[in-house]
């Protein structure tokens, strides 16, 4: 994606609304120098009747002008806040748009395609990046446009009453435009390529330093981390501070520049009036009109950054967007599933992307459907690894694996979530009340299958006992509650979903033993038809289960012969 294809966007979306305030933005820009431009003709005619004495003085029509005046006045006020109305407008839609199709782009790389990305730079793409590429068309194409046009305009109707004026006019904005700002933007973009990624980083940084406030507390990090936060700070404004004197300095120069484009329009008008070709009243008019036609030029070094700042901004959401899903979605809708959904593992093998290290290596078995099973074996052997396979988090290098006899790769994570609940060893909880945590799960959940859901898990009593029950807020990941009370809210997450097939991580970690007894009973008499499997280092859990199945080597133990 770049600023082009962005247009893509734009042209369908918003073509009116930007094109309409180009048009006001115009028409504000035009009133401005007609205002001024009229103003300087009335104030000198009205002078120079003044002088010439009393009938002069009664043959000069002040009304006509004056109403010019103020119609122009108006005009301007009028245009300059409907302008900001409609491109504000097209500019928030435009970024909102660019902001879904950022996420659907982000949504299938997750969680494998990100695992390398800090959130914190992920969210500074999302919202400033997306931010800068909307914005670019109020802040780069409105000025840009703006000046082209009414620069034309400008000279054109100065030409019309002194051709050399108007030439030296359009003389000056061209100075203006080009070799300033060009200078300016090739200035400016390698300071606005280092704040982008300063910005980034800095962001980044920050994401990890709330999101780990507790730990830097207890480890005594936290003064330390301060003063790495403070250090990106000050790079960061020191950055700012350049592209400010930058700019600033642009403007100071276009200035000069107009104000000697000015004084040369002046020279000729007097001598064009010396020679009789222009009246008195037209040499402050068109000194003051060129005055204003040079407004238009003052957002343009500005408008130069925005360009440079979105266009970088394009590139790192190109960057982040067009990478390829780990898992590619499969092309064709979800295949009819078998009436039983058994589990067919066959010489599978699997390792991580960008690692030499097989995770499993031809492992095969079978889970039929109805059966309870436990998945044992060494931490870190790749317990949780087959899990996230099953969820088509990732790909699988070699074999086979068919659910309900159709094979896994024809599923989207979707379509599969509707068949396999997983209650996660690394689950994660928003933060929200305990009734939007379940109503995730399950957004049809009514009250009574809460309380069910809840009372399976032994989080009943809690709730009650909750300040606001079901409304109370869990904090973020569940800061809230207790380690054990989070594991059983995710099963009941799992449970509501009623799903043929439920995978528990370490379902029962952080419980005591009478709790984790009570729990498995609830969970397998409120499911007795599910289909479980179960990861467990906790031998207290094995006799809810009808089998075992050791993970060890890369191989499923015992081996089994699977059809
Ligand atoms: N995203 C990843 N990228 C690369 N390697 C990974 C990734 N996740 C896990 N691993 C590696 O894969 C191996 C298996 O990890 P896995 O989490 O599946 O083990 P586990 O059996 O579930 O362990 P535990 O019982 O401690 O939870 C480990 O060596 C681990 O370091």
């Keep these: 994606m770049n600023l082009l294809t962005v247009s ?49 003085q009664q043959a000069f029509n002040m009304m006509l002008p004056a109403t010019g005046v103020r119609f122009f006045a108006t005009l301007r006020i009028v245009t ?89 006019l359009a003389l000056g904005l061209l100075v203006c435009t080009l070799p300033v700002l060009m200078s300016v933007g090739l200035l400016s973009a390698p300071r606005l390529r280092a704040l982008t990624t300063q910005r980034g980083t800095f962001q980044a940084e920050l994401a990890d330093t709330l999101a780990g406030l507790g730990e830097y507390l ?32 642009t403007r100071s120069l276009m200035t000069f520049i107009g104000l000697l484009t000015t004084l040369y329009v002046v020279m000729l008008a007097v001598r064009a ?73 066959r010489d599978i093998s699997f390792r991580y992307p960008n690692t030499q290290h097989w995770v499993l290596e031809h492992a095969s078995f079978t889970i039929h459907q109805g ?19 099953l969820s088509r988090f990732y790909p699988y290098q070699g074999g086979e694996i068919t659910l309900g006899g159709q094979d896994l790769r024809h599923f989207s994570t979707e379509d599969l979530a509707k068949t396999l609940s997983v209650a996660a060893q690394d689950f994660h909880l928003f933060n929200g009340t305990i009734r939007d945590t379940l109503l995730l799960a399950n957004p049809n959940a009514d009250d009574t299958q809460m309380a069910e859901a809840l009372s399976t898990v032994h989080l009943e009593e809690f709730v009650q006992h909750a300040p606001h029950g079901l409304d109370t807020l869990i904090g973020d990941e569940g800061l809230a509650l207790s380690g054990g009370q989070a594991r059983r809210l995710v099963l009941a997450q799992a449970l509501l979903r009623n799903t043929p097939w439920l995978i528990l991580d370490e379902p029962t970690e952080g419980l005591d033993q009478k709790t984790e007894y009570a729990l498995m009973q609830g969970l397998i008499s409120a499911r007795p038809d599910a289909t479980i499997l179960c990861i467990t280092h906790r031998r207290t859990l094995i006799p809810f289960m009808d089998r075992i199945l050791t993970l060890a080597g890369g191989q499923i133990c015992p081996a089994e012969e699977v059809p």
């Design 8 to 56: 893509g966007l734009f042209t369908r979306a918003l073509c009116w609304p930007v094109f309409f305030g180009l048009a006001l933005a115009c028409v504000a820009a035009l009133a401005n120098f007609g205002l001024l431009f009229l103003s300087g003709w009335l104030l000198a005619g009205a002078a120079c009747a003044g002088a010439a004495g009393l009938a002069a």
């Design 80 to 168: 300059r806040y409907l302008e900001r109305l409609v491109t504000h407008d097209a500019s928030l839609r435009l970024t909102g748009r660019l902001r879904v199709w950022v996420y659907t782009k982000l949504a299938p790389l997750a969680p494998a395609g990100l695992t390398d990305k800090r959130g914190g730079d992920l969210l500074s793409r999302f919202v400033s990046d997306t931010d800068r590429v909307g914005q670019s068309y109020t802040e780069t194409f409105i000025p840009f446009g703006r000046a082209i046009l009414c620069g034309l305009a400008f000279a054109l109707i100065s030409g019309l009453f002194l051709k050399s004026a108007g030439l030296i």
């Design 371 to 389: 059966e309870r099973v436990a998945l044992v074996g060494s931490s870190g052997i790749g317990k949780s690894s087959l899990i996230s396979l």
């Design 218 to 249: 207890t480890l005594g990090a936290s003064e330390a981390r301060i003063e790495t936060l403070d250090s990106h700070q000050k790079t960061l404004q020191a950055t700012e501070r350049h592209l400010a004197a930058l700019e600033s300095g």
């Design 273 to 345: 009036f010396h020679q009789g070709t222009l009246s008195a009243p037209e040499i402050p008019m068109l000194a003051l009109g060129c005055l204003a036609a040079f407004d238009v030029t003052q957002p343009l070094p500005a408008a130069c950054q925005a360009f440079t700042r979105a266009r970088i901004a394009a590139e790192r959401l190109q960057t982040s967007c067009n990478a390829a899903p780990c898992v590619p979605a499969p092309t064709a809708p979800a295949p009819a599933l078998h009436h039983l959904l058994d589990l067919i593992v």
